[in-house]
Every structure is written in C-alpha cells, then in structure tokens.
DNA sequence: TCTGGGGTCCTAGGACCC
DNA sequence: TCTGGGGTCCTAGGACCC
C-alpha cells in the first residue's frame, strides 16, 4: 500500500479575524481600515483586523489600555454582535460540508475536515479550493493548514495566515524539522502558559525539541495530554476527529456588570436572569440538570475595595430544567454566599450533570411535573415568537441597571430585513 | 472609571467499601 | 497493644482551548 493512501490529510480552515470580517461584510467602508472588536461589556480587545495589529494593538488587551493607539490611528471600534457572528459561521460551515460533510466544527470561527480521499498531490489544490468557495460564498477570508494531524494542520494553519495564497500543505515533505524549528513552543496547540514556562525551564524553546523528547519523560513529568501533543508532532494522530456533535456537560451563564453591583435586589435580578437564559438553553436541548452552581466575586484587578469571591452548589432531588425549580435553588445559594459592602463585578450560574431528558422521568414523576414542563415549553414559544423576556419571572427584575454596556454595536441583525445592505446600481 | 464568556479534560486527594 | 491494602467514585482546582 502506498503511503499516499494510508496517512491520513487533516485540514484546519480558520476564518481570518473572524469578528472583525463579519463586521466588514456589513459595512464595506471599513474593508481597508483597522478594525477591532470588543468582549462582552466592551472590556477586552477580541478581534483585530491586519491594519490593528500593526498598529501594535494586542489580542485580549484591556480597552481602556489600548484607546490611546486606537484613537490617534482613527481604529473602527465595534462591540460583539454574537448572534451575527453564529450565524455567519453557520454559513460557512454549510459551505464547508460541501467539500465532506463529517467535519468537526472546533469553534464559532473554526473546523477540521479529512481529506484523506484525496492524493498527497491534490491536496493542496482542494485547500485552494475550499478558500476560493467559502470566499464567494459567505465573503468570509479564510487560511487553510493541512497536514497529517490536528496538531500538525495547527501548525500548517500558522504557515498559511503568512502566505498569500492563505493554504498551506506539510503532506509530502519527507523532513518537517525544519519547519517545526521554527515554531515556538507557546505556538504549539495545547501547550499554554504554563506548560510553556515548564518547558522551558527543561530547554524546549521549540516544536522540533518537544517533538524530540521522549514520550516517557513527558508523561512521567507532564501528563497523557502533553505526550498526546508530542506524538501529533511525530505525525502520528492520536486526537481524534470529533465528527458527531456529542451532547454538552454543562451550561454556564455568567456576565460582568456593566455598573459595579452593591444591593442585594439587583445581584438577587442579574443571577435570576442568568438562571432563566441557563434554563431554557438546555431545555431546548432537552438537557435536564442534576446540580447548579452559583458563584459571585468582586472584580479581580481592583482590591482597594476588598476582593470576595465565592460559590456554592446544590444538587436537585431530581434533575431538572424547569426555571422555576432553578431560579429557587439559585436564590437560596445567593441568600448564603452574599455579604454586604462589597462591589461586585460579576455573578454567574452553573447547570452541571446534564443528561436527556427522557431520563428524567422516574417514581416520583406526577401530574405537576407535567403542567410544569409544558408552562416551560410556552414560555419558551412566547418569547421565540415575541423576543427574548417577554415573559419571565418576577425576581428577574424590569430595571436591569446591571446590564452590560454595548456601546459600539452595530445593530446588524440578520433575521431583520431592515438590517440587510442596500445596493445601488 | 474601564480587564469576556463558555467549554473540556486531567489529576490529586478524600470518602467509602470490603 | 497492635491498626492493611486495594479498589471505586466523587469533587475541587488547574490547565488548556477558542
């Protein structure tokens, strides 16, 4: 058997500043500008458009810490518009299952294909093909690494953002070293801050030096997940692709305030809306919950005012997704982990131990729990039909002083016909 | 003044059982 | 007085990812 037919070819497709490109797709007078996109509540630096990073702005920098740069360079600045962004990657996805439909999807802007049908020589062909689709289809650039393995085609995808064709194939290139010598070792897939410090402490600065060590020193003074990731680097897979969308574990649902919180009333509202937005997430997965977890805390970086942070869990008697039953649960915990005289900055609640909900019915199921369910369901088909919220709970509060601010959105909506681009001839 | 949110997996250590 | 050994299960905390 040839080799060609028996490695396999894994292609990672990355959507290039993903935020920032769905931001653009909208408003074509900032294609050739800096661009940024801020997190939840304007805090962070998310997205950069090429023209951002040269100016030196850095991923996940604080905004307040970089708008000396982003003002003087007239950098675009745009909040986080998540239900865009999702529905931008929904369409590339598609796009993508055109070329194999068993991809895994690894994130909102990212996915692995095998194309392992395909020659070692066709394969980077097909990368360019991929791109040159996904491009025309959705107006969303990507870059496309493909090698051997996930971790490989990691790598090859860091090769690809440099190039100008943004494809990038190590299958067929008998010596890789080389190239992984040049990869720093923070660069690798799963290796992270501090794995990076351990490593170098022990003289790994690289991809080839961590792909030389041996795999029983690394287990013996890392563990399974670090040899994993030197084995990758061997070319020999060992992460599998995850082509079937497995039911998650836990659901959480956490925000920072956009007002620093003191009263009792208003964290008692934050947390009994994040325990509804929890709830009826997984009740549209049919996901009921064994236990929830509430947590609050003060903001990390400001200690002048005394940090608090704690959290607390209860386990349901039964496992449910019913708000009523968590929003209770959820109050309780807060009745005991809240202390007075503190600012919080941030509050978050935890479904954990989720399983079907055909499991759920049991001895001690009645005629309650049905009511019950199907309140749930017509809530949930209220506020689908009417907008999120228009029916709730009373302790989910009107006021909502504690919402996160948002002040750069740019309100593009793409369930709305008013929202769509016009186009003049 | 202002520092995101949502996941998964692994490990160590404790509780418990026989 | 002497106080084993091995197994499982659970949890909290840490590390990683995007």
């Avoid at 745009?78 to 865009?84: D, G, R, V």
Wanted: charged fraction near 25%.
């Amino acid at each position: 058997m040839s080799s060609t037919q028996c490695t396999k070819k894994i292609a990672l497709v990355d959507c290039n500043s993903f935020y920032v490109s769905c931001e653009r797709l909208f408003n074509p007078k900032i294609r050739k500008k800096p661009v940024v996109v801020l997190s939840n509540n304007d805090g962070c630096i998310i997205s950069r458009s090429n023209e951002a990073k040269a100016l030196g702005i850095k991923m996940g920098e604080p905004y307040f810490k970089g708008k000396d740069i982003i003002i003087k360079n007239n950098v675009q600045v745009f909040s986080s518009n998540y239900s865009l962004y999702g529905d931008i990657s929904r369409r590339v996805m598609r796009t993508l299952k055109r070329f194999n439909s068993d991809i895994e999807v690894y994130s909102i802007d990212e996915a692995f294909l095998d194309l392992s049908n395909f020659t070692d020589q066709e394969v980077e062909k097909v990368g360019k093909e991929i791109r040159a689709t996904v491009l025309q289809w959705t107006g969303i650039p990507t870059s496309i690494g493909i090698a051997k393995t996930k971790t490989l085609s990691k790598v090859a995808n860091h090769i690809a953002k440099k190039t100008q064709s943004g494809v990038a194939s190590l299958i067929g290139i008998e010596n890789i070293d080389p190239i992984l010598e040049k990869v720093e070792i923070n660069d690798v897939w799963g290796v992270g801050k501090q794995l990076t410090k351990f490593y170098q402490k022990n003289g790994i600065y690289n991809a080839k030096q961590l792909k030389n060590k041996s795999n029983t020193w690394i287990k013996k003074s890392s563990n399974v997940l670090s040899s994993r990731t030197a084995m990758e680097l061997r070319g020999i897979p060992c992460i599998n692709l995850e082509t079937t969308t497995s039911k998650r574990k836990s659901c959480v649902v956490s925000r920072s305030f956009g007002k620093r919180v003191e009263k009792f009333q208003e964290l008692r509202e934050a947390v009994a809306n994040y325990c509804l937005n929890a709830s009826e997430k997984i009740r549209s997965e049919s996901l009921v919950a064994k236990a929830i977890t509430v947590f609050v805390r003060t903001s990390p970086f400001q200690r002048n005012f005394g940090y608090y942070s704690n959290s607390k869990t209860l386990d349901f008697p039964i496992a449910t997704n019913n708000s009523i039953e968590t929003v209770k649960a959820a109050m309780s915990i807060l009745d005991s982990i809240f202390r007075n005289g503190y600012r919080y900055q941030k509050a978050g609640v935890m479904l954990t131990g989720l399983s079907n909900e055909e499991g759920k019915k049991n001895l001690f199921s009645t005629d309650k729990d049905e009511k019950i369910n199907s309140l749930m369901r017509s809530i949930d088909n209220t506020n689908y039909r009417y907008g999120r919220s228009t029916l709730s709970l009373a302790s989910a509060g009107v006021q909502k002083r504690w919402n996160m601010r948002r002040q750069y959105s740019s309100k593009i909506d793409t369930a709305d016909f008013y929202c769509l681009p016009t186009i003049r001839a």
